[in-house]
């Protein structure tokens, strides 16, 4: 199993719009290396969800439900890619970005590294912690 984090800006589309909908299918990414990132995803993969811009914080917990395929908004560039994903679980306690840069354990985690970028890898243990750090009082 892979692990990843998205990134959506809150005021276009929260954790609670995608957990009202109950699957999403993740398009608009227009980026190469995104692009690639979604294009390596497995069915099952668990996915941190991102609020960036606002809020700056890992919010919940995904899963691919559906691999890559051509981006049904642009059928006419083959380029893009899009998932499908689901929403699995709210984290306890949202995981600001400070708190991330702060955790000697997430130094080398590429939401900071590739801060650019709206989908990115996540390893095993990069994962664990933030969802220590959701789950912590």
Known sequence: MNYWLVKSEPESYSWDDFVKQGKAIWDGVRNYA????LAAMQLGDQVLF??????KEVVGIAKVSHESYPDPTI??????????LEP?????????LQQ???????????????????????????FECILALGHAQ
């Open 50 to 55: 991102y609020h960036s811009v606002v809020g």
């Open 100 to 126: 991330i840069k702060a955790e000697p354990l997430l130094q080398n985690i590429q939401l900071i590294r590739l801060s650019r970028l709206s989908v990115v890898p996540v390893s095993g243990n990069e």
């Open 88 to 96: 699995v679980a709210p984290l306890p306690k949202p995981v600001t």
């Open 34 to 37: 995104a692009r690639n990132n």
């Open 75 to 84: 059928p006419e560039d083959p380029r893009w890619v899009v998932v499908e």
